[in-house]
Each structure stands twice: as structure tokens, then as C-alpha cells.
């Protein structure tokens, strides 16, 4: 049965870096059939997808426009886990995080989900 | 990128009846390598994960019970709760995995009449 667990501070202050991590049991972060994302939910922007990292031979990533200047999704095989590190956070960054496994199947396994403000 | 359109924004069903969302795509979801739509339906409920319901826009997810069905192919999809129960009181969300960045419909949310 897989398994995806979050970790990371709920109040994060604003222009400082969001940092949560998703850890994976039941599955390898390595595998070849699955990608690994953030989405995270707010009343004003709905759900959003904002990256995936993902092994194919080599390792990829790729992320939302919106964020792309400030994101990064970093695997860490170790641990069998992938963090998520979001700088310069705004208010606008307060969202609900979730970490998420896709395959051909769409987002079939999700974390239970990080209540994230930004707020001073 | 692909926008993904719902409608309507919110309906009241009665317990027992027939609940109707719809979802527009503003291209194609159609995965040219298997030749499936790549469209996901899912369920949100306060203070919990999404849930995935259907999955290649037609397609139940294992444990999903079969009074949540999914149709619709090129641009226009459904999902359809043939009787609605106390339980199905959400907001549910369509999706597009055919190509980056996903996109998700801005949420149908559900009540009881």
C-alpha cells in the first residue's frame, strides 16, 4: 500500500523560503512508472499544479510558469522521499500543499496535506 | 495551457437523484502514445486529500462506487453521480494530464436539496 507523508512548518514568513517533504513508503521516488509532484489548493486560485520531479534514466523536472523563477523539487533517494522549497514566499502563497503521486492513472496517491500560511 | 472549464459552479441534487458536472478542455487531452483521453475526475472534501474517481476520463478508480461514472471524449467530458448520497457532498474537480503544466477545472461543488 503506498504511502505519501508531509512534513514541514505551517507559518513561514513573508520573502522566506516554504520547505516541505513528502515521504514515500510502498513505492521508490527512483521508479520508473510514477512522477512526483506539488499541487496545492486555495480558495482564490482553486487547485494548481506547480512541479514534478520524476527518473528516467536521468533525472527530470519541470514546473508551473507561475512559479518557475522561485520553485524546486529535489529527490532524495536515500530517504526515498522529494521536497519541495518555494522562495520569496508572498500572503499569496498560503495554500493547502499536497505532495502527489501521478501515473497513466492521473494522481492516484496524495499526501495528507500542509496548511501553509505566510504571514509576519 | 490547456483551461479547463466546469459547469456549473455549484447544484443542489436531491438525495437519490441524478448529479450532472461538466468540463471543457480548451484543446485536445487525448494522449497520442496510447490513444487515451487524459482526463481525471476527483473529489475534495474539507480537511482531506483529493480522492481520484475516474481516471482516462471514463475509467473507475478501484473502490469507487459505480453510481460515479465518466464519459466524454475530444473536449467535453462528464461526471455523473446517478443517485446522490449524504456522503457525496463535495466539490469535485476535472483534470488534464495530457500535457505540462496540469490543469484543473475550477471546482463543482455538490449539496443536498
Known amino acids: 500500500q503506498v504511502q505519501l507523508q508531509q512534513s514541514g512548518p505551517g507559518l513561514v514568513k513573508p520573502s522566506q523560503t516554504l520547505s516541505l517533504t513528502c515521504a514515500i513508503s510502498?513505492?521508490?521516488?527512483?521508479?520508473?512508472?510514477?512522477?512526483w509532484s506539488w499541487v496545492r489548493q486555495s480558495p482564490s486560485r482553486g487547485l494548481e499544479w506547480l512541479g514534478r520531479?520524476?527518473?528516467?534514466?536521468?533525472?527530470?523536472?519541470e514546473y508551473a510558469v507561475s512559479v518557475r523563477s522561485r520553485i524546486n523539487i529535489n529527490p532524495d533517494t536515500s530517504k526515498n522521499q522529494f521536497s519541495l522549497h518555494l522562495t520569496s514566499v508572498t500572503p499569496e502563497d498560503t495554500a493547502v500543499y499536497f505532495c502527489?503521486?501521478?501515473?497513466?492513472?492521473?494522481?492516484?496517491?496524495w499526501g495528507q496535506g500542509t496548511v501553509v500560511t505566510v504571514s509576519s | 495551457d490547456i483551461v479547463m472549464t466546469q459547469s456549473p459552479e455549484s447544484l443542489a441534487v436531491s438525495l437519490g437523484e441524478r448529479a450532472t458536472i461538466n468540463c471543457k478542455s480548451s484543446q485536445s487531452v487525448l494522449y497520442s502514445s496510447n490513444n487515451k483521453e487524459y482526463l481525471a475526475w476527483y473529489q475534495l472534501k474539507p480537511g482531506q486529500p483529493p480522492k481520484l474517481l475516474i481516471y482516462w476520463a471514463s475509467t473507475r478508480e478501484s473502490g469507487v462506487p459505480d453510481r460515479f461514472s465518466g464519459s466524454g471524449s475530444g473536449t467535453d467530458f462528464t461526471l455523473t453521480i446517478s443517485s446522490l448520497q449524504a456522503e457525496d457532498v463535495a466539490v469535485y474537480f476535472c483534470q488534464q494530464y495530457c500535457t505540462i503544466p496540469w490543469t484543473f477545472g475550477q471546482g463543482t461543488k455538490v449539496e443536498i436539496k
Open positions: 510502498g513505492d521508490s521516488v527512483s521508479s520508473n512508472g510514477a512522477t
Open positions: 520531479t520524476y527518473y528516467r534514466s536521468t533525472w527530470y523536472n
Open positions: 502527489a503521486r501521478a501515473n497513466t492513472r492521473a494522481f492516484d496517491i
